[in-house]
Structure formats: C-alpha cells, structure tokens
C-alpha cells in the first residue's frame, strides 16, 4: 500500500515571498504520478500540478514548481510570488500508472493549510 | 461545464436516518469514486467504480453501500447513519490517463 505524508499541518509566507511545501510518499511502484490539490475555502479540489514519474523534469506551472527526487521518494510544491489568493489547504496526492479497467485511485496526504499574509 | 456536480451540498441527519448522495458527471469517465475528507486526515476513499454496473471498495467502506447503474452517475448510500459519518463527502471522477476532477463536496452532519 501507499502512504503519502505531509509534515507541515500549518505554514505562513508573506505576500509577493516564496514558500515550500513538503510531501514525501512511499510506494514499491516504479510507474506512478503525483499531484497537488489546492483547496481553498470554497471547499473545491482544484489540481494545482501533476508530475509523472517517469520524467526526469521537473513540471512547472506560471508560479507553481515541484522538486521531485525519485529516489528519495520527495515531491514538494515551491509557490513562487505568493498572493493572497493561494491561501488555502494543499493535498499532496498519489496515483499508480493505470492499466486497462485499473481505477486511478488517489492516496492523499493530510494535508497543509497555507496563510498568504500581507 | 459542469465536470462533476454533487447533491446535495449540506446535509443533517438524524441517527439511524438513511439518505443517498448523488454524483452525475459530463466528462464520460469511466471511472468514479467517493472520498470523505475529516480535519487531520486528508481524504480517504470510500468506494469506486471501473464502469457501470461495477463497483469495489476503497478503504473505509463500511456503514456505506454504492451503485452506478448509469455511466454518469455514482450513488453513495448510508443506510443508517452514525456521528461517526460526520464528514465532508468528494466525488470524483477520471478517465484513463487523467487526474481526478472533483465535486464540490457535501457537508453531512449526523447528530
């Protein structure tokens, strides 16, 4: 089975600042994807970023960037530029690769809750 | 566009009371699921289904029964709800080399 941990349950980071968020999973798997999940007040899941395992770089969007280490079985979320709308809780999230009529059942992690501050 | 819509959004039962939550998505994914999420705890998976007609457990089943008779929906069911089902229940849903897309959620409490 999988697990996916989360260490931080609460960080802070100033407006216009960098913030990291720490995401570590265990798996015996060699073909798997990683997410991160954005959920703001409004209670919706939004998919911030997605990683798949067999590529080397790591995937970047506008200000979201990871730093996945396979080896180390890692995968943090940098928020460059932070704004006040970023605050919300992040969920780390872990997928095997599919197989025909294999769902694409996600493991998450407990979650951080981000403060963006002025 | 409306991806994946969940009835109802809030919900209070009383214990022992039954209700069904219903999931209908647009997309045409095969597969659908039903997480429920409690502070401290991210989101664990209920049940999902691979097609209509097919259902399995996830990881905390019990208390709960499913059915997706129809390709775009998911039923969850509680047949008699506990406290302990005090949560807020995700639907989901994916194709197959997609990531999940999720409803808005429903608040149930169980008093």
């Not at chain 2, 939550?21 to 997309?27: G, H, S, Y």
Request: charged fraction near 15%; proline fraction near 3%; glycine fraction near 6%.
């Amino acid at each position: 089975a999988q697990t996916v941990t989360q260490s931080q349950p609460e960080m802070s980071v100033q407006e216009a600042e960098t913030v990291t968020l720490s995401c570590t999973y265990d798996t015996s798997e060699n073909n798997y994807y990683l997410f991160w999940y954005k959920q703001p007040p409004s209670r919706q899941m939004i998919l911030v970023i997605r990683q798949e395992a067999y590529k080397q770089q790591n995937a970047t969007e506008n200000r979201f960037s990871v730093n996945f280490q396979k080896a180390a079985k890692s995968f943090s979320l940098k928020i460059s530029d932070s704004q006040l709308g970023d605050t919300a809780m992040y969920f780390c999230a872990f997928m095997k690769a599919l197989n025909t009529g294999t769902a694409s059942k996600l493991t998450f992690g407990t979650g951080t809750r981000l403060q963006v501050t002025l | 566009n409306a991806g994946v819509t969940q009835t109802p959004k809030f919900r209070v039962l009383k214990t022992g009371q039954s209700m069904t939550l219903l999931c209908a998505q647009d997309m045409n994914h095969e597969y659908m699921y039903w997480y429920r999420q409690d502070p401290g705890m991210g989101l664990r998976l209920i049940h999902y289904s691979v097609g209509e007609g097919t259902t399995a457990k996830g990881e905390v089943p019990d208390g709960y029964n499913v059915s997706r008779l129809k390709k775009q929906n998911f039923l969850l069911g509680l047949e008699s709800a506990a406290p302990s089902q005090t949560s807020v229940y995700f639907c989901a849903s994916s194709g197959q080399v997609t990531e999940a897309f999720f409803g808005q959620g429903t608040r149930l409490t169980v008093v």
